[in-house]
């Protein structure tokens, strides 16, 4: 018998999204191919640039973010239904991964989003990779929403975070999910964002706290400070939708499991931490490589 046709399921997470890098990696050295990969928000980022061929590329780019770079691919725009417009990252997101339609990549992709007016799941298959992947990390309040055939799209982790049901869809016939959200909901990081210094790659160690009083915008500044007594902006807004997400993923991973289940420990990652790439990235390898003996021996059942 044939070996199954492995389907990947990368949930949504903002930052934490660098672990499923780490899942990835740990996947191809251990020479087990995937041949379909879905993707909700920053899942749906990171699986268009496997399907791509250029994860490294996205590796590297992560790696060599601090908060300098962060910053620089927000452009405030607080109209037109999110704070920033989202055209800075999204630019930088297809340079790195590719002008393509998605049904000429090399594995089966599939974006999902969300559909404003009615709240409807979008499969996103064809067309635009850029597109399908900005209207897929829509998220709302946040990144302003996309408008295609006429529909205005958002996130698709509001309705699917970990969208296994899209991989079977597609002809996955094992599934592994990814889920970035398992035991955050709730939590508080003890320390506050803004007091967190980058790692110092050459470039920029200052804290995002001196980077903000070095001259970033007033709202912008309001937006991301946080302090211990009160939350902030991002802490109300992610909070409330990490434990949305988490209640809906709960329901769907109950109604359609997948065969393995990755849960990388990301507690202690802040939303908006994109320059934590190195540890986000090594605890998704190390939560995969925990998990090879499970999945080479439901491999070898199936042949």
């Not at 920033?84 to 599939?110: C, K, N, P, Q």
Request: proline residues 5%; aromatic residues 4%; contains cysteine.
């Amino acid at each position: 018998m044939a070996a199954p046709r492995i389907g990947i399921a990368l949930g949504s997470g903002a930052a934490r999204g660098w672990a499923h890098i780490g899942v990835l990696k740990a996947l191809t050295a251990a020479g087990i191919e995937v041949a379909v990969v879905c993707g909700s928000s920053i899942g749906a980022v990171i699986g268009a640039a496997y399907a791509a061929g250029r994860l490294p590329e996205i590796e590297a780019f992560a790696r060599g973010l601090n908060w300098r770079a962060i910053l620089g691919q927000l452009d405030l725009r607080p109209a037109g239904g999110g704070l920033f417009a989202g055209e800075r990252v999204s630019r930088t997101l297809i340079d790195l991964i590719g002008h393509a339609a998605i049904e000429t990549l090399g594995l089966r992709y599939g974006a999902v989003a969300t559909e404003l007016g009615t709240g409807r799941e979008v499969w996103l298959r064809e067309g635009d990779l850029g597109v399908a992947i900005r209207a897929s990390m829509a998220l709302p309040g946040v990144l302003a929403p996309v408008e295609l055939d006429g529909q205005w799209l958002l996130d698709g982790g509001l309705v699917n975070p970990v969208p296994v049901s899209l991989c079977r869809a597609m002809g996955a016939e094992l599934v592994l999910a990814v889920n970035l959200n398992g035991g955050i909901a709730g939590r508080r990081r003890a320390q506050p964002m803004t007091d967190v210094v980058p790692v110092d790659d050459g470039t920029d160690s200052r804290s995002l706290g001196a980077l903000l009083r070095g001259g970033a915008s007033t709202l912008l500044a309001q937006l991301l400070r946080q302090d211990r007594q009160q939350p902030g902006y991002f802490d109300v807004l992610v909070g409330a939708v990490n434990i949305m997400q988490d209640q809906i993923t709960r329901t769907r991973l109950a109604g359609d499991p997948p065969d393995i289940l990755v849960q990388p420990r990301l507690a202690l990652i802040g939303v908006m931490e994109f320059n934590r790439a190195a540890e986000t990235i090594a605890a998704g390898e190390t939560a995969m490589q925990a998990l090879l003996p499970a999945l080479l021996g439901l491999l070898g059942e199936a042949q």
